[in-house]
């Protein structure tokens, strides 16, 4: 006989509501049949009647039974008639399929932004209003001649795009390819989602840098992948412990952010990256190098990217102009063996027919204009700004209870706190004092983390941002 789950996340009243509703939608229990009644249900199946009795109202509520003093519960005649119809159950397919919903905490936030825009927001990882160059876009789409053909574009993206960012990746990352081999996407999240999707397999075991931005998505577990972490210090991941994972685990890739990392704002040197490629090339591993923040380098520094370094064709590049420009321009790119980009290409066509052409025709005269250099100098500076006034206000609002390592670049501070406290706590106290964060868990690292973006907030904000934090870390330490 079928038993609740004890295990499982969903409660005991509702897989019973559930359970009794497939047997009732099946004709077991035919429209005006009698049902067990609470007591003797809840004997058979092991649990509190109180637990029956929950499970009965979900079913009354949706009209399914109805009871009557000394007549017992019984199935309606009226919301099924002859023959069983009603509602789908959309809560269980909201709850089905194969691919998972954010993470909780992503997705209490993103309620907490929708509710109140007037949080100070330090969740987000994109760019504010006045760090994007919208002024310099609203003029080269204004001068830009009407399109002639407006239907289906090439499966790799619109073909000046391609060149553009092939020259764009030569001058600045390093990066030596062709047009044939760019496969323009609508950001880095669906450059990986085509790679976890038609690339790997379920089952299939991958290493990532812990902690790591990726942990926060769920397209790895909703493609079945095995997730192992390499352990990051200030320095990045360290490169020979790759050899074991594969050893345990039989790794079949590797997914890194080398410069300025999502969440740890971590650079990694030179040194570790030789040795990373040498030990993907020994082992015939390929690389995914997710490189979106080389370019915020407060110092302007030319920092190379694993794909510049890289001679046997072990990396699979990705990059977009979402934190160097514009989210919404929704325009990102890969660089990879043409087989893979054809099979790549091919897959997303499937899924929407290719990019829109007006965004892609922008961002390629976005990155050949004589706008695009003037417009990282600024950016650089103000970014360096805005870390400057989160570290002042840190020191002066919690001096030894926080302690983080000061990036060089991106739009991350990683910090730990002395004191550590429940994540959920925390973010449910910042949220009533009027601000927003990440905790560190999301991120695959233990309790006591928090991650602050600093590329949203606005600089004037920054300061009364982390004074509300304060208050909020300080009321569940005393």
Not at 132 to 160: F, V
Not at 252 to 275: C, E, H, S, Y
Request: hydrophobic share 40%; proline share 7%.
């Amino acid at each position: 006989m079928w038993k609740p789950d004890r295990h499982s996340k969903k409660p005991l009243y509702e897989q019973i509501a559930d359970h009794l509703e497939q047997r009732i939608s099946y004709g077991e229990f035919p429209p005006g049949s009698l049902l067990p009644s609470e007591r003797k249900l809840a004997e058979q199946l092991g649990v509190n009647r109180s637990t029956v009795i929950l499970a009965f109202g979900e079913l009354r509520s949706m009209g399914i039974i109805e009871s009557r003093p000394g007549s017992g519960t019984h199935v309606s005649k009226y919301k099924w008639g002859a023959v069983p119809k009603h509602t789908p159950n959309w809560k269980r397919y909201a709850e089905g399929g194969s691919f998972l919903p954010n993470l909780p905490f992503l997705r209490r936030i993103r309620e907490a932004l929708q509710q109140n825009p007037d949080l100070i927001d330090f969740a987000s990882g994109e760019l504010s209003a006045d760090l994007s160059p919208l002024g310099e876009i609203t003029e080269l789409m204004g001068a830009q001649p009407s399109p002639s053909y407006l239907g289906y574009d090439h499966p790799q993206g619109y073909m000046p795009l391609r060149q553009a960012v092939a020259s764009y990746l030569d001058r600045y990352r390093g990066v030596q390819t062709t047009e044939s081999s760019v496969l323009i996407t609508s950001g880095s999240q669906q450059s990986l989602y085509l790679i976890t999707q038609c690339l790997l397999s379920p089952g299939d075991a991958v290493a990532i840098e812990d902690p790591s931005y990726h942990y926060s998505l769920p397209m790895f577990q909703s493609a079945g992948l095995r997730i192992f972490g390499l352990p990051a210090d200030e320095g990045g991941i360290r490169p020979e412990e790759i050899r074991s994972l594969v050893k345990k685990h039989r790794i079949k890739m590797i997914f890194v952010n080398p410069n300025f990392q999502n969440p740890t704002g971590a650079l990694l040197p030179d040194d570790r990256r030789g040795k990373l490629l040498e030990i993907a090339s020994e082992l015939g591993l390929p690389i995914v190098e997710d490189d979106p923040y080389s370019l915020t380098d407060y110092d302007g520094l030319d920092r190379p990217s694993l794909k510049s370094m890289d001679r046997v064709g072990s990396v699979l590049y990705i990059g977009s102009l979402s934190k160097i420009a514009a989210s919404g321009l929704r325009v990102g790119w890969m660089v990879a063996p043409h087989s893979i980009v054809e099979r790549l290409a091919d897959a997303r066509q499937q899924m929407d027919f290719g990019l829109s052409v007006i965004p892609q025709q922008v961002a390629a005269r976005f990155l050949e204009s004589p706008y695009f250099e003037p417009h990282l100098e600024r950016l650089r500076m103000q970014l360096r700004l805005k870390r400057d006034l989160l570290i002042d206000a840190l020191h002066q609002a919690l001096p030894k209870l926080i302690r983080f390592h000061v990036p060089q670049g991106g739009i991350h501070l990683w910090c730990q706190l002395v004191p550590e406290v429940n994540d959920a706590k925390l973010l449910e106290e910042a949220i009533k004092k009027g601000v927003v964060f990440v905790p560190g868990s999301v991120y695959g690292s233990d309790s006591g983390y928090v991650r602050f973006t600093f590329g949203r907030a606005k600089a004037e904000n920054i300061g009364t941002g982390i004074a509300k934090f304060a208050e909020a870390l300080r009321a569940l330490i005393r």
